[in-house]
């Protein structure tokens, strides 16, 4: 895991060729950002595992982040977006559709 990722950051930092520079790892929301707090989690469980065995789990905390991530910027917004509005109805078509509920209605 630290290998994979220390690889992937290493080679979003370098630059494609002499005139344009690499990524900038420190940038917010970025891939980078993601891979330094799989870093992070991955040391921290590490670390902690030397206590007790059960800090393993939390290495579980990354593929629920990434499910959180997919949710809420993926399937939510896809799932709960709006309806079309009916304003893009033409006068004719609505005075005709007027027209139909009122016989609909005697």
């Not at 990722?5 to 917010?28: E, K, V």
């Not at 970025?30 to 789990?57: C, P, R």
């Not at 809420?72 to 009916?86: L, M, R, S």
């Amino acid at each position: 895991l630290y290998i994979a990722s220390f690889q992937m950051m290493r080679s979003m930092g370098q630059p494609a060729d002499d005139t344009t520079p690499g990524l900038d790892l420190n940038m917010q929301g970025g891939m980078a950002e993601h891979l330094k707090d799989l870093i992070i989690l991955t040391a921290g469980s590490q670390a902690f595992s030397v206590l007790t065995s059960w800090f393993w789990l939390l290495l579980l905390l990354a593929p629920a982040r990434a499910f959180l991530m997919l949710w809420t910027n993926v399937i939510a917004p896809w799932i709960f977006q709006p309806g079309p509005e009916e304003d893009d109805i033409s006068d004719k078509k609505r005075q005709k559709m007027d027209r139909k509920m009122k016989r609909a209605m005697r």
